[in-house]
Nanobody, 118 residues
């Protein structure tokens, strides 16, 4: 069975940093594009960052230059280093694994809360 488990969320002050991690099991990790998405209260879930099996990354404009996504295929983990956090970053952050077999298949973690507040 496929399982994605996020960790590292919490409460931080504006300008602070957090590092989120996601541990994957039940998939051939190195073959998947991994990503982080987030959903704020009353808002639609949005893409934050992705990293492909070939280590190509892309970021939402709102986080570019502040967040860094990385993966460790040996440990089957993907991380999101978040710096210079803003109140607008407050959301539940979800780990995502995706692969294309004619159509794109997605797996999701249960999410971890990030709150940025003074």
């Amino acid at each position: 069975q496929v399982q994605l488990v996020e960790s590292g969320g919490g409460l931080v002050q504006p300008g602070g940093s957090l590092r989120l991690s996601c541990a994957a099991s039940g998939i051939i990790f190195s073959g998947y594009t991994m990503g982080w998405y987030r959903q704020a209260p009353g808002k639609q879930r949005e893409l934050v960052a992705t990293i492909t099996a070939g280590d190509r990354t892309n970021y939402a404009d709102s986080v570019k230059g502040r967040f860094t996504i990385s993966r460790d295929n040996t440990r089957s983990t993907v991380s999101l280093q978040m710096n210079s956090l803003k109140p607008a970053d407050t959301a539940v952050y979800y780990c995502n694994a995706q692969i294309q077999f004619g159509t794109t298949m997605h797996y999701w973690g249960q999410g971890t809360q990030v709150t940025v507040s003074s």
